[in-house]
């Protein structure tokens, strides 16, 4: 069983910059693909950014360019790096964890990011 905590939200001003992380703990060697996502009330889960074992990203077209997702193998810690943040990236960002036959999400962080 796989276990993540993030950490890192806050409040950060428009421009500014923010980095979140998410720990990983338990049968780690499962996971595929590490990620991160985002949520506002009244709207569905989107996705931010996602990196796999290889080191292959993706990122959502409203962040590319300002937010940056990578990882550190030796800590078990994926990180997303928040530059130039907008308002509308204000959400809970939900990290997330993929094996080949199950997906696992951590607790969640509040962004709030003012004008």
């Known amino acids: 069983q796989v276990h993540l905590v993030e950490s890192g939200g806050g409040l950060v001003q428009a421009g500014g910059s923010l980095r979140l992380s998410c720990a990983a703990s338990?049968?780690?060697?499962?996971?595929?693909?590490m990620g991160w996502y985002r949520q506002v009330p009244g709207k569905q889960r989107e996705l931010v950014a996602t990196?796999?074992?290889?080191?292959?990203?993706n990122y959502a077209d409203s962040v590319k360019g300002r937010f940056t997702i990578s990882r550190d193998n030796a800590k078990n810690t994926v990180y997303l790096q928040m530059n130039s943040p907008k308002p509308e990236d204000t959400a809970v960002y939900y990290c997330?964890?993929?094996?080949?036959?199950?997906?696992?999400w951590g607790q969640g962080t509040l962004v709030t990011v003012s004008s």
């Open positions: 990196i796999t074992n290889g080191g292959n990203t």
């Open positions: 338990g049968s780690i060697f499962s996971i595929n693909v």
């Open positions: 997330q964890g993929r094996g080949a036959n199950y997906e696992v």
